[in-house]
């Protein structure tokens, strides 16, 4: 049997992982963390709010400011979600 397409995987409510629908940085970062912590979610994306003293809520006010890092973020998630869909680990 062949491997869905990564593109094409959907989350539970049917929506394409990698459109976003409906899910907010807030979640996206919550996820993050939860998934990560914060010290994992630094060493993938190397930014200070994730080093120094993180919080969602700083973290979401840096996030929101810094497109660049926004989309490393989104990235992150949508690699992540994916995997865990496919019920594989993601490094």
């Not at 998630?77 to 869909?85: F, L």
Request: hydrophobic share 40%; with cysteine.
């Amino acid at each position: 049997m062949s491997q869905p397409n990564p593109h094409d995987v959907r989350d539970e409510s049917g929506h394409l992982i990698r459109e976003l629908h409906g899910v907010t940085l807030a979640q996206i970062l919550e996820y993050l963390v939860a998934h990560y912590g914060w010290p994992g979610l630094d060493e993938r994306i190397r930014v200070n709010c994730f080093a120094v003293n993180p919080s969602i809520k700083s973290s979401l006010t840096f996030l929101r400011r810094t497109p660049w890092a926004r989309a490393k973020v989104e990235d992150l998630y949508v690699r992540a979600r994916t995997a865990e869909i496919l019920g594989r680990q993601l490094p």
